[in-house]
Each structure stands twice: as structure tokens, then as C-alpha cells.
């Protein structure tokens, strides 16, 4: 906070540290195990990161070309 | 770029002394009112108890703030990369450059995809907003904006509509239509209107409603019909540069991140933050939330990637290298949150394995920094922006 800090200012700073200072946490082990979760449950589905069948990803098709 | 009238969004008559002044808002027995700085000042002092002083909330503020990182620190007992020691490693990927839009005059700055996985819109400096077929290439739409550097643009959900802004501190929105003999400009609405440059912008979970992040440092939901300010975010300390809705499924949140460093997690019913992150060393240039909503990534100028889980209220990983110097200005997550591809102001995109942390490809390709990306919605490709006046997707 700059020295040019308002009472006012400070004073909703003071209020909101108190609010996010009540917010319930759960462990980081926890929290990872849960994302790791995520990941593994819908890999299956992720494009990107397994690929697909040749043909059914629309980017990939081999687009015609005409020859003139 | 930068110019401070930060923390003001609306200028007029003060709800307590009745003079035109610039306004914040102040709450009063959890009443919203407009308040001139003066009057702001003088309801702060009078609310002082006994023995209150400017030192003594500093002081209450700084050790506050130190007992906020001792809790979060309690909870850390591992790291990410940790627990992800025992998932396989990802294999070499190939990614390639499918398709190329060409078309813009000057840098592209923003892009969106449509719903339909298929079509896409973009903005860039020389005010021209375009909306692409990407399987074909084709230019569908194009619109000129009245303002250069349209540095937000977003596609509605319906796919019938788009919104755009830029230096014109403005948000608009253009219904699409394919009749020939009407033009998209003349059914342009505006709807935001702030008092700096609009950085980003997003339809809500409908047509109805749009939120916008602006560098006067406030973030706000627009009603589009009406253009009504429904709720403002005020907290940032600086420029707002990017914003992100939770996915639908976990509520009404959405992220911001700015030019004060910091990543802010608000509620959009009450306009309160609810979380706040400042971990890097500077700009927050783009974030976007984990698929499950639980987590949000975001990118910097401090050329590293850091990734925030909600419910431990702490940073879990950063995606850094000794070898990359330059900022990230945009990050999204791939359909399942393992992968989280960052473009950099190097030219390149860099693809990083979120649970262990560690860069599993670099794509090149663009000729000038990249500075959008996103994965379409089915996550079957992803689409980056570039200074280089064209866009690439990637599959």
C-alpha cells in the first residue's frame, strides 16, 4: 500500500483481508489427489491429448484439392 | 496504455453532497451508494473507533495479511508435481498447424470460438472484427470498429451474435446476419461503457448478460437489452487484462487478473472478491479455470504459468524454464485439464503436463508474439492469435 493510502481505503483492505481470511481450505494433498482425478477420468475424452480415430477430428481430414 | 483513472467507473452526482463529482461505490448498513472521495474519506474517518489511526489500520492490515499466509501455509504439505509422480508421463506429441487465417491488416489481438466448435471470431489493431469458418477458412462476417487495438471480442452463446471493444472504452454487441442487404454495424448496441480501454469481455451463460474487465481497474456485469450496469467489481489495484467465467456447473464466480499482479476470484451476485492470489512478479496477462472449476491457470509477464486450486486458496504449480524469458499472454486447458498450452511473447506456444509441471512440447510457427489462444469447445483443436496478422489451428 502506498503511504498516500485513505482511511477509507484502508479500512475496506482491513474488511476484505478479514473475509478472505475466513474462507474454508482443505490440504494441497487433497486438493492435487482431486485434480489428478479430473485429469484421469476425462483423458479418455480429450482430443488433444490422446487423439482420435483418423478421419473423425475435422481438422485433420485430408481436405480435396482440386486440380486445375 | 496504462493510464491511471483506475478505480472510478462512474462520474455524477455524489449520494451525499449532490456535487459532480467521479464516484466510487461505499457500502452502508450492506446498502450500495455513490460516494465522491471526499465524502468517502469523511464517512472512513467518522466510522474510526477509539484509538482507530491511519497506523493502526496499516498495521492490523499488514498482520492480517501475515496470518492469511501462515493458514494457507499449514495446508501445504506437498506439492502437485508430487502427487502426480506416480501418473505416466505424457508421450511426444505432434501438433501441427491445420489451418491458417489469413485476412487481418494489423495484429490480431483477441479471438473466440463459437459453440458450433466451428466458427471463430477475432479482433485485431486495425479495428476490423472478422468471424471465420475454420474448416474452410472462409471470412463469414466482417465488421470495422470506429475505434483501432479492438483488444476484447467474445462469440454469445446462441452463436447469433458477437461483441467487441477496444480503445473506445466500450463494449458492443453485432447480431450476425447472413442477409446481404443489411449491414452488421447498423444493428450495433452498445452496452459497457467505462472510463478506460475494454481488455476483455464474455457473454454470461446466455445472450442476456455480459461481463467486462476494462484498464480503469474495475471488472462489471452489462444487461445487453437495456445496457444497464447490473454489478461492478471493484479491487483491483491497476489495469483489469483478462477475465474468466467458472464453468457453469460450479456457480456464479468468474476470475480476473491485472496489472497489479494479482488474480481475483469474485462472486457475481453479491460484487464481492472472494479470493485473491498475488504470487507473480508481474502483469497478469491472461487466466482461465481448470474444466472442473476447482483450479484457474494463469499466464504473466513474469514469463512463468501458475496454477491456483480454489479450495486450498494457494498457487500449486508453476510452469517456468530457466529458458523461457519472455511473458505468457495467453493460457487455456485442454478438455480433461492435463495439458495447458501458454503463448508467449517469443512466437511460440508452449504446451506444459499441468500435474507435473514440466513442458512437454514447443509449437512454432507464428512470425511475431502470439497473444490469444484458446481450445475449441470439444477440445478437438485450439486456436492462437498472433501479432504476425494471422491465426493458426492446431490439432
Not at chain 2, 473466440?112 to 477475432?122: A, E
Not at chain 2, 467486462?212 to 471493484?234: I, K, N, R, Y
Request: hydrophobic share 35%.
Amino acid at each position: 500500500m502506498s503511504s498516500g493510502a485513505s482511511v477509507y481505503a484502508l479500512q475496506r483492505l482491513v474488511e476484505q483481508l478479514k473475509l478472505e481470511a475466513g474462507v474454508e481450505r482443505i490440504k494441497v494433498s487433497q486438493a492435487a489427489a482431486e485434480l489428478q482425478q479430473y485429469c484421469m477420468q476425462n483423458a479418455c475424452k480429450d482430443a488433444l491429448l490422446v487423439g482420435v480415430p483418423a478421419g473423425s477430428n475435422p481438422f485433420r481430414e485430408p481436405r480435396s484439392c482440386a486440380l486445375l | 496504455m496504462c493510464d491511471q483513472t483506475f478505480l472510478v467507473n462512474v462520474f455524477g452526482s455524489c449520494d451525499k453532497c449532490f456535487k459532480q463529482r467521479a464516484l466510487r461505490p461505499v457500502f452502508k448498513k450492506s446498502q450500495q451508494l455513490s460516494y465522491c472521495s471526499v465524502c468517502a474519506e469523511i464517512m472512513a474517518t467518522d466510522g474510526l473507533h477509539e484509538n482507530e489511526t491511519l497506523a493502526t489500520l496499516k498495521s492490523e492490515a499488514e498482520s492480517l495479511k501475515g496470518k492469511l499466509e501462515e493458514e494457507r501455509a499449514k495446508l501445504h504439505d506437498v506439492e502437485l508435481h508430487q502427487v502426480a509422480e506416480r501418473v505416466e508421463a505424457l508421450g511426444q506429441f505432434v501438433m501441427k498447424t491445420r489451418r491458417t487465417l489469413k485476412g487481418h491488416g494489423n495484429k490480431v489481438l483477441c479471438m473466440d470460438w463459437c459453440k458450433d466448435k466451428r466458427r471463430i471470431v477475432s479482433s485485431s489493431q486495425d479495428g476490423k472484427v472478422i468471424v471465420w469458418d475454420s474448416f474452410t477458412t472462409n471470412k463469414e462476417h466482417a465488421v470495422t470498429m470506429p475505434c483501432t487495438w479492438v483488444m476484447a471480442c467474445a462469440y454469445a452463446p446462441s452463436g447469433c451474435a458477437i461483441a467487441c471493444g477496444g480503445l473506445d472504452n466500450k463494449c458492443s454487441v453485432y447480431p450476425l446476419t447472413f442477409d446481404k442487404n443489411e449491414s452488421m454495424a447498423a444493428k450495433k448496441k452498445s452496452v459497457a461503457m467505462h472510463t478506460n480501454y475494454l481488455s476483455a469481455c464474455s457473454f454470461t451463460n446466455s445472450d442476456m448478460q455480459i461481463l467486462t474487465a476494462s484498464g480503469d481497474g474495475t471488472c462489471a456485469l452489462w444487461d445487453v437489452e437495456s445496457g444497464q450496469l447490473l454489478q461492478s467489481f471493484h479491487g483491483h489495484g491497476a489495469d483489469v487484462l483478462c477475465l474468466d467465467l467458472a464453468p457453469s456447473e460450479t456457480g456464479n464466480t468468474f476470475v480476473s487478473g491485472g496489472c497489479d499482479k494479482k488474480s481475483m476470484v469474485w462472486d457475481m451476485r453479491s460484487g464481492q472478491c472472494v479470493q485473491a492470489f498475488e504470487t507473480h512478479e508481474s502483469d497478469v496477462n491472461s487466466v482461465r479455470y481448470y474444466p472442473s472449476g476447482d483450479a484457474f491457470a494463469s499466464g504473466s509477464d513474469d514469463a512463468t504459468c501458475r496454477l491456483y486450486d480454489l479450495r486450498a486458496d494457494r498457487e500449486v504449480a508453476i510452469y517456468s524454464k530457466e529458458s523461457i524469458i519472455f511473458g505468457a499472454s495467453s493460457v487455456d486447458f485442454s478438455l480433461s485439464g492435463r495439458l495447458l498450452f501458454a503463448g508467449y511473447n517469443d512466437y511460440t506456444i508452449n504446451v506444459w503436463d499441468v500435474l507435473k509441471g514440466a513442458r512437454v512440447s514447443i509449437l512454432f510457427g507464428h512470425e511475431n508474439r502470439v497473444s490469444t489462444l484458446r481450445v475449441s469447445p470439444d477440445g478437438t483443436a485450439f486456436c492462437s492469435g498472433s501479432w504476425d496478422h494471422t491465426l493458426r489451428v492446431w490439432a
